[in-house]
Each structure stands twice: as structure tokens, then as C-alpha cells.
């Protein structure tokens, strides 16, 4: 009942549920109005509907089953004595409390990696991308007066 007249703008109005890959979705709409009335809306939503989406396991069910799924560690020979020999990841010396952080290649190879929570390196640089500079890269300035903020 809102909205009387869409011809010439383009809006695509769904009546019907879409079917759609994740478990949810995040959708956003701005207005730029008249007289510097600005609107802006974002919504989430879950599927409920069907069972397409990836909660048919749990992400822990998920995660444990490429965990297993993977193939054995390389496992570097540097002598005669199996105990000296390198394997990547936790090996029989990790201590309780030890975190790792493990990326899953596209093949299902597992890379182990040391967890350092400490050093979270957030980058230095940040860029502005979209439709308004051809999905270019506009680089952002760091604000002078307050530490981590860009414009």
C-alpha cells in the first residue's frame, strides 16, 4: 500500500520465498531522499524452510568429519631415528592449553599453525571497492586524531 508508482526505478519486489545456499542471509537497502533524508535498513534472516541450507549436520559434526576425512601429515625424515623426524601440526610433545589454528585446502590437506591470540595483525591499509569506482581499490586515509579509524 506504500509504494504506488515503481515504474522506472529498478526494484525487484519477492511475494514468494527464494531458495538460497546458507543457513541465512543478509540483505541491506538504502534511501537517499529529499532534503538530505537518509534511510537505511539491514535484515537477517534464517532458513526455515528447507533443508538445502549446510545445518543438515552441525558445524561441529562438519568440522570433526573433514578433520578425519583429511590425508596423513607429511612427515619429514632427518635421520634414523623415527623421534627426530619433523611432522607438521601437534606432534607427541604438545602441551595441554596449546591452541592451533588449522586451514583445509581445497584437496582437504590440513596446515597446523600455532595459534598466537596476542598478535592479531588487523592490516594497515584499508580500501573502499564498488560499482562507483569499477570494483577498484580507493585507498582510505587514516583519521589523524583517533587511532584506527579510516576515511
Known amino acids: 500500500a506504500h509504494v504506488k508508482d515503481i515504474d522506472g526505478f529498478p526494484a525487484i519486489f519477492v511475494t514468494e520465498g527464494c531458495v538460497l545456499r546458507g543457513d541465512s542471509s543478509v540483505s541491506g537497502v538504502l534511501s537517499f531522499g529529499f532534503g538530505g533524508t537518509n534511510a537505511c535498513a539491514q535484515v537477517w534472516g534464517t532458513n526455515i524452510l528447507t533443508s ?83 570494483w577498484s581499490y580507493d585507498s582510505m586515509e587514516p583519521d589523524a586524531m583517533l587511532a584506527g579509524l579510516f576515511k
Not at 74 to 82: A, I, L, N, P, Q
Not at 91 to 115: N, P, S
Open 52 to 134: 538445502r541450507a549446510a545445518s543438515g549436520a552441525d558445524a561441529y559434526t562438519r568440522i570433526v568429519r573433514k578433520l578425519k576425512d583429511a590425508p596423513p601429515p607429511e612427515v619429514t625424515v632427518t635421520g634414523s631415528d623415527w623421534e627426530e623426524w619433523e611432522v607438521g601440526g601437534p606432534g607427541r610433545f604438545t602441551r595441554t592449553g596449546e591452541k592451533w589454528a588449522i586451514d583445509v585446502d581445497d584437496e582437504g590437506v590440513l596446515t597446523y599453525y600455532e595459534a598466537d591470540e596476542d598478535d592479531v595483525d588487523l592490516g594497515s591499509d584499508y580500501f573502499l571497492s564498488g560499482t562507483h569506482n569499477g
